[in-house]
Every structure is written in structure tokens, then in C-alpha cells.
């Protein structure tokens, strides 16, 4: 069993910038793919970036190309979500997830992070 833990989220300002993290405990999520989601209210829950376990490039949501970058630290058992030049189109609740593969989408993700809360003032 996989247990994701993420912190980081909050409120801050148009253009301001935050880092999310996704602490894996239970095993080592280095084969593993990650994923960050979000959710509006309202809205669908959708994929922002996902990285691969092995090898490859990252997969970004047009709406986050050239603001979002998602990175791993293997050693630390640990995913990151790095937010720059945020709008307040990009407030949501986000979540990190595991799997073997990486799905383009909700579905197939085996293990859901608890959620964090991005909010973003104009």
C-alpha cells in the first residue's frame, strides 16, 4: 500500500509563485508514474502535468506550458509541483497521483494524494 502525503498550496497573489509537494511512504515510487491534478469547483477534475516512471519526457497541460514544471526526487520518495506566474484561473484543489502508467486522464491512477488548496488573488 502507497500513502501520499502533500503539503505546499495556500493563497497567494496574480503572478506569484508556489511549490507543491507529494510524499510517497510504503514504497519506493521511483518506477512509479506521478501525476497532479485539480479541481474547481464545479469542474471536472483534470491532468496539469504528469511525469513517467522511467525515462521520458513530462506530459503539460497546455494551460500550464511554460508555468507549471513537475520534478521527482527519487531519493526522497517525493514528487513536486512547481507553480510559477499563477492566475486565478489556476485556483483549484489539487491532488498528486501514482501508478505504473501513466494515464492521460482521471482514470487508472491507483493512489490519490489527500488534496491541497491553491487559491489565487487578482
Known amino acids: 500500500q502507497v500513502e501520499l502525503v502533500q503539503s505546499g498550496g495556500g493563497l497567494v497573489q496574480a503572478g506569484g509563485s508556489l511549490r507543491l509537494s507529494c510524499a510517497a511512504s510504503?514504497?519506493?515510487?521511483?518506477?512509479?508514474?506521478v501525476g497532479w491534478f485539480r479541481q474547481a469547483p464545479g469542474k471536472q477534475r483534470e491532468l496539469v502535468a504528469a511525469?513517467?516512471?522511467?525515462?521520458?519526457?513530462?506530459y503539460d497541460a497546455d494551460s500550464v506550458k511554460g508555468r507549471f514544471t513537475i520534478s521527482r526526487d527519487n531519493a526522497g520518495n517525493t514528487v513536486y509541483l512547481q507553480m510559477n506566474s499563477l492566475k486565478p484561473d489556476d485556483t483549484a484543489n489539487y491532488y498528486c497521483?501514482?501508478?505504473?502508467?501513466?494515464?492521460?486522464?482521471?482514470?487508472?491512477?491507483?493512489?490519490w494524494g489527500q488534496g491541497t488548496q491553491v487559491t489565487v488573488s487578482s
Open positions: 511525469i513517467p516512471g522511467s525515462g521520458g519526457g513530462t
Open positions: 510504503g514504497r519506493s515510487i521511483s518506477t512509479y508514474a
Open positions: 497521483a501514482l501508478d505504473r502508467v501513466l494515464h492521460i486522464g482521471v482514470a487508472g491512477w491507483a493512489y
